[in-house]
């Protein structure tokens, strides 16, 4: 058989590696083909002369987009055959990524958990992405649900890791260059509020919303190279639990990265996944919001330059977030698509 089924629940073993292809050159054109997606206005991924005067050695590609390209690599081994991505912890933006870069991924198999239907496994992968180098430039964990190939069939070993609530602190700043402070100019920059402006637990509104067209989804998807087919086979989709295409989670996540500058401008770097949930699906005509909370504020030791916002950011679907639509107990506004929590530096 010389074509790609994917891999199925009893497919996996504990401590597997996986080499994925294919390594990806990331260009300026994907950057400016995700700007156009998300309609993101960050100054240092936006502006050379801007990145330069402040550190960079230019305007670094956006950190999402080295996120999907990484994640996009990881699909057709991990998750060609899932039923719905759980969540993320534990990742970390390890070194700036430029327009020019070879993106390469590679995938261990940290967990395994089979469902209590038979029907279905959960599947724990710690993802890396390297550079042309072979150095790290991102690592994170994730957990999918995975069709099983034969119910009956038994799993290949048991195994539930145990992930951080959060990075450490003293784990961040890596990809971040040390900053000039008397360079970043709050007026290009788009808002005046840096670090110490923030408070914890304060909560922002970011207004905007922005309404998703299936062409456009699709076009992001397979800007990153994800093969997932629940994302583009209407056909097959038809007769499905939705019967339509489901938006990929990371198209949802780059859309409120972009709706938060609105409220976060400076908060130029992600540095730290500390975890999220796709707390229920996007389809194309929705149209998605998104508010923060600052959870925690941290310095970083040696470092003067940047401090670090622990942020959750949450997306609804088709309701404004002045009322800041959230979870009760364990149950979610019906509105609530997505709940993020990471670390974003800050100039201080």
Known sequence: MKTNPGNFFEDFR???????????????ADQALY???YGSRLAV??????????????????DWLVFHVVFGKTVPDISLNAVANLGYADGRFLKPVYPGETLSAVSEVIGLKESSNRQTGVVYVRSTGYDAAGQAVLTYCRWVLVRKRDAASAPAGEHV?????????AALGASCPPIDRAAYDPALAGSPHRFGDYAVGEKIDHLDGMTVEEAEHQLATRLYQNTARVHFDQHAAKDGRFGRRLIYGGHVISLARALSFNGLANAFHVAAINGGRHVAPLFAGDTVYAWSEVL???????RSDVGALRIRTVAAKNQPCAGFP???G??????????????ALMVR
């Open 14 to 28: 504990l401590g597997q590696t996986i080499r994925h292809a294919t390594p990806r050159t990331v260009t300026a």
């Open 35 to 37: 700007t156009a997606l």
């Open 45 to 62: 991924q936006s502006s050379d002369k801007f990145a330069k005067a402040i550190g960079y050695a230019r305007a670094p590609l956006d």
């Open 296 to 302: 925690a504020k941290a310095e970083l030791p040696g």
């Open 330 to 343: 364990k149950e979610y506004d019906p509105a609530v698509i997505l709940d993020l929590d990471y670390w």
């Open 326 to 328: 959230d979870k009760t």
């Open 161 to 169: 890791p145990e992930l951080p609530e959060a990075v450490e602190p």
